[in-house]
């Protein structure tokens, strides 16, 4: 059976850490791009960050680069969501996603979806 399955979310201060881990089953993540998207309340879905099929570069949103940073665990055939000093407008359901193609991930489609985690940024 073909699954993502996101862990690691939680409830953290301002400032703080979280790692996301995003783990497949069914089918093996180095065969595609993969992305973490998020979704506030209230607002449209947002593409975070992205590791590309072809050589493993990754891209991020403005909105978080330099605080956080993706990888993949070929291994484990998991992918993370290292979350550093964030923020309260970091607030949302995060969710990961594969796609043979970059360019449709990029667009917000995906061959395969998780169910998401929760992730909220309060004192």
């Known amino acids: 059976q073909v699954q993502l399955v996101e862990s690691g979310g939680g409830l953290v201060q301002p400032g703080g850490s979280l790692r996301l881990s995003c783990a497949a089953s069914g089918f093996t993540l180095d065969d595609y791009a993969i992305g973490w998207f998020r979704q506030a309340p209230g607002k449209g879905r947002e593409g975070v960050s992205y590791?590309?099929?072809?050589?493993?570069?990754?891209y991020y949103a403005d909105s978080v680069k330099g605080r956080f940073t993706i990888s993949r665990d070929n291994a484990k055939n998991t992918v993370y969501l290292q979350m550093d000093s964030l923020k309260p407008e970091d607030t949302a359901v995060y969710y990961c996603a594969v796609h043979i193609r970059f360019d449709r991930l990029r667009l917000g489609i995906g061959n395969y979806w998780g169910q998401g985690t929760q992730v909220t940024v309060s004192s």
């Open positions: 590791i590309s099929r072809s050589d493993g570069s990754t």
